[in-house]
């Protein structure tokens, strides 16, 4: 049964350091990332040593020194041992110096923004979604950072409600989203592709469901996502998309007073992500299920039930005042709308 347990135990850590998951440190993508595992992988082999070393001492010294039948030795009896005491202060000082020079270059590097970002990407914490703005190219959208390739992006970080943190597993580690005081980082992705993010500060309920898709864009697909990006929201003509269209900007159902779609003249609220273009998002709820009719509907249906503590759940009329509940057809209709947002 130990065995089982032990052998368990083993296999989990080996698939746990696994290349090909999608949150894996060790499966990096860029320069940070990569420097951050370089860091992790020698602190942490210069860590084995020591062990091993001092395992191997206390192993060694147990059975050389032990009690033997019938014997009558006596242990030594002494204080200190200056020799000793200085090799085991001056050992780990050195050890300690010799780590901290890629350490401290790593901290600098890490700590020093681009003079010349190629993009600089506002990004704001939401319980439980991220906003990200693109300040000097006048786009705002949620839950999928577009980047260019091989270019460096400084990516300012803000929340006006609690902690967050902003976490790129395979392009760079996690800093910090301090409510109303700023924060820095940069980074840069090597090569093109969808990587995920995920929220690393405990920030409520919801926390494990705030994630976020990174996708790595060659220069041509980032010029396109972005000019897309500036146009103003489809109008509908379809019959059913036009009825959800309807339903969207009533004031009965209010979705407009949180959510801002460009061009809409109802549409221009700033709490919840802006739909402008959802439809053209390949996920839902910040990254937590693909984006389906089935998924958009069940979501809208009830948001608190995907996403446990959400305010569109807590404050959305529609949820919390049953004479405004939406009915089946409404919900198809809306999520038919949302759909043509491409
Ligand atoms: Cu946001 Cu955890």
Request: aromatic share 10%; with cysteine.
């Amino acid at each position: 049964m130990k065995k089982i347990i032990s052998l368990s135990i083993v296999f989990l850590l080996i698939v746990s350091c696994g290349k090909d998951l999608p949150m894996s440190t060790f499966d990096t993508y860029g320069p940070i990332a990569e420097e951050q595992a370089f860091l992790f992988s020698i602190i942490f082999w210069a860590g084995m040593v020591v062990l091993v070393a001092v395992e191997a001492a206390i192993i060694y010294i147990y059975f050389k020194y032990r009690r033997r039948k019938n014997s009558n030795r006596k242990a030594a009896q002494f204080h200190g041992n200056t020799k000793l005491e200085i090799l085991w202060t001056i050992l780990p000082v050195v050890f300690l110096a010799v780590v901290s020079v890629p350490v401290l270059s790593a901290i600098w590097n890490f700590g020093t923004m681009p003079e010349n970002p190629a993009v600089v990407v506002n990004v704001k914490g939401h319980q439980y979604w991220f906003e990200f703005e693109y300040p000097d190219l006048d786009v705002v959208t949620a839950n999928e950072l577009h980047i260019p390739v091989g270019k460096q992006v400084l990516i300012n970080l803000d929340s006006n409600n609690v902690l967050h943190s902003f976490w790129i597993p395979k392009i760079a580690g996690k800093t910090d989203i301090i409510p109303n005081q700023g924060n820095q980082m940069w980074i840069q992705a090597d090569h093109t592709g969808l990587y995920y993010g995920q929220c690393a500060e405990f920030c409520g309920e919801s926390h494990a469901l705030m994630r976020f898709k990174v996708i790595v864009d060659t220069d041509e697909d980032f010029a396109t996502w972005i000019d897309h990006q500036k146009t103003e929201a489809y109008v509908p003509n379809d019959p059913l998309e036009k009825e959800g269209y309807t339903i969207f900007m009533s004031a009965k159902a209010g979705c407009g007073g949180c959510h801002m779609i460009n061009g809409s003249k109802k549409a221009k609220g700033k709490i919840g992500p802006n739909l402008t273009h959802v439809g053209s998002r390949q996920h839902l709820a910040s990254g937590i299920m693909e984006n389906t009719q089935d998924n958009l509907r069940q979501w809208i249906k009830d948001p608190g039930k995907i996403k446990p503590g959400n305010i569109m759940a807590s404050q959305g009329a529609v949820y919390m005042d049953p004479n405004k509940a939406l009915t089946d057809s409404e919900v198809i209709a809306l999520a038919s709308y949302l759909q043509s947002l491409k």
